[in-house]
């Protein structure tokens, strides 16, 4: 889908960080915006950023089937087509995998995994109706390509939602379907993604007293707030995600080192290896 000017794109996880990136380059590009996100004060912001473009919000949680039907609902009834999807919102919950409890791990898949998937089964039909181009992009996390210590759950759902984002990418192809696939897979940018604690619902919340002996969070906390604070700028990779629509890329790395890891991790795999931690 080369030509984006005039055409409409939802965006979740809108409220800060690369979503609120990315719905700022699609208005430069002339788009119309149907932005979503849990956040109400972080969504009206990035609706004011973007200046003339027409933008309608709806409050939207990605785990929550009926929220996103909604949202599809509404962004079909009140602009007549979606061309370009970004399931975008995503949480991080670090720490060792035998300590994160059914709270932590229902939080992070059903944000990450679920909120891609319930982004698939509300927009794609409809796209796919449209007989039109169209794009889905699918913001995964380095994560999913290369699981590491301290950030298990996490990983287990990056992983989860980079598959999907490849079954529906040869899903699409093979039913002869316009739409394409993106899946993003950013290192280190400069979000709010450290702070996801500040999102998370009071049904999974945990009392501090509830957190396993010898918790290893503070460890986490402190690998992630290195990471995002030395991280790239969300706006750059909203450049990359434009550039992969228009060339129908499917992996997108944000960082070039990225691409020697991949190939060093698969020949450790494939000589029944344990990969080593990416650099």
């Not at 696939?181 to 709010?192: D, E, F, K, S």
């Not at 945990?206 to 986490?220: E, M, Q």
Request: glycine share 10%; net charge negative.
């Amino acid at each position: 889908m080369r030509e984006l000017s005039g055409k409409v794109a939802v965006v979740t996880g809108a409220a800060s960080g690369i979503g609120r990136a990315l719905a700022l380059r699609f208005a430069a590009e002339g788009m119309t915006l149907m932005l979503a996100d849990v956040d109400p004060g972080g969504l009206a912001e990035t609706a004011l950023l973007a200046g003339d473009t027409k933008v309608l919000t709806q409050i939207t949680d990605v785990s929550d089937e009926e929220s996103v039907l909604h949202l599809a609902d509404s962004a079909f009834g009140e602009l007549g087509a979606v061309h370009l999807l970004c399931n975008n919102a995503g949480v991080f919950q670090g720490g060792h995998l035998w300590t994160r409890t059914r709270e932590d791990l229902v939080w992070v898949l059903g944000v990450n995994l679920w909120g891609v998937l319930h982004g698939v089964n509300a927009f794609v039909p409809r796209m796919i109706e449209q007989d039109t181009e169209g794009h889905i992009v699918n913001t995964v996390s380095v994560a999913g390509l290369f699981a590491a210590p301290w950030a298990g759950g996490y990983a287990v759902s990056k992983y989860a939602a980079l598959a999907a984002s490849q079954a529906l990418a040869h899903d699409l192809i093979v039913s002869g379907s316009k739409l394409r696939v993106t899946a993003l897979c950013p290192g280190a940018v400069r979000t709010r993604i450290n702070h996801s604690e500040r999102v998370r619902p009071l049904d999974l919340a945990l009392a501090p007293d509830a957190l396993p002996a010898g918790s290893d969070d503070l460890a986490a906390q402190e690998r992630i707030d290195a990471a995002v604070g030395e991280g790239m700028d969300p706006a750059e990779v909203a450049g990359m995600v434009v550039d992969a629509v228009r060339e129908q890329r499917f992996l997108l790395l944000t960082h070039p080192e990225y691409e020697k890891s991949l190939r060093l991790q698969t020949e450790t795999l494939l000589s029944g290896g344990l990969p080593g931690l990416r650099a």
